[in-house]
Each structure stands twice: as C-alpha cells, then as structure tokens.
C-alpha cells in the first residue's frame, strides 16, 4: 500500500479534507470518496469528455487528474450547477431542446458549455461547436445540443439584464 497523502479540495462549494493514496485519479475521488456520481467514466483516457468537470474555472478531463495534484483547487461537478428544487439554465435548455437521449455524456457537455457561457455569453453557432468538440455523444447527432447551449446563453443573458435591473 502507497503512502497517503492529505489533501483539501473544494466541491461545489464546499470544502473537503481526505487522506488518499497518490494513485487516486480525481474522477474516482469524486465518484467514490465524495459520492459525486454524476462525473461519468467513459473512455478513461480524456477523449469522450464524459467526466469534465471545471478546475478552478477552466474544464478539465476528471480522468487525467491526479486528486494529490489538485491540493487546494476549486471544483464543481455537474451536482454543483443547480439546487434541489431547480436546474441551472444551461440544464434547462437541455431538457427544452432534447439534447440529450441516454444522458451518459450530458455532464460532460453541460460543464463545457457552462465554461463557454461564462467566457462568452452570446456564442455563434460555429463557436458552440467548435467548444464543443472535445465531447463525444454518440446517441445525438449534436445539434439540438448546440441549440440548448445557444439557448441557455439567451437565457442567462436574460437573467442577467432583469437582475441588474
């Protein structure tokens, strides 16, 4: 057995202190030590995108990560994106647009987009797209997907105007 390492992390805005073997990949911290199950596992080798998540700010594959070298970083999952009783915007138009089929890949996309719209509010479709590459659905054929990410950005542009009102 390796030697632990202590490491502290927030999560979705909550702050974590673990013991944990060096090994530890970050997908697998959050899945089995945090019992975050909404980052998928997919391919395991950081091309499907199933389990991004967003390290301080900017997407990162959860399954190249090493959880010992993220001491001290901020992380949300796809949990950290709405309430219990509602969903984000960007999930919403998700669910208005049917972006989605079995859902494997969803989170994946939805933390993608949600760094996109934070960088970039009102996306063009070619811009949607192009953010959107590094993910892999194979149920949709991408395009009521890239119409949610639109949409949502409408939306929180939306939310935006009438909260600074």
């Not at 997907?145 to 105007?161: F, H, N, P, S, Y």
């Amino acid at each position: 057995m390796s030697k632990r390492i202590d490491i502290s992390l927030t999560v979705n805005g909550k702050r974590y202190q673990r013991s944990i073997e060096p090994r530890y990949l970050l997908a697998d911290f959050l899945r089995h030590e945090l019992r975050l199950t909404g980052t998928h596992i997919g391919c395991e080798q950081g091309v499907c995108g199933a389990c991004t998540v967003l390290i301080d700010g900017r997407t990162a594959r959860s399954c190249l990560h090493f959880a010992v070298t993220l001491d001290g970083a901020s992380i949300i999952t796809v949990e950290g994106l709405a309430g219990l009783d509602d969903l984000h915007p960007i999930q919403e138009a998700f669910r208005r647009n049917h972006a989605l089929q079995c859902g494997y890949c969803t989170p994946g996309f939805l933390m993608t987009a949600m760094e996109l719209l934070d960088a970039n509010p009102h996306p063009t479709e070619a811009e949607a797209r192009d953010a959107l590459t590094n993910n892999v659905c194979r149920c949709t054929g991408y395009n009521n997907i890239v119409k949610a990410v639109l949409e949502a950005g409408r939306d929180l542009d939306t939310r935006a105007t009438k909260g600074s009102d």
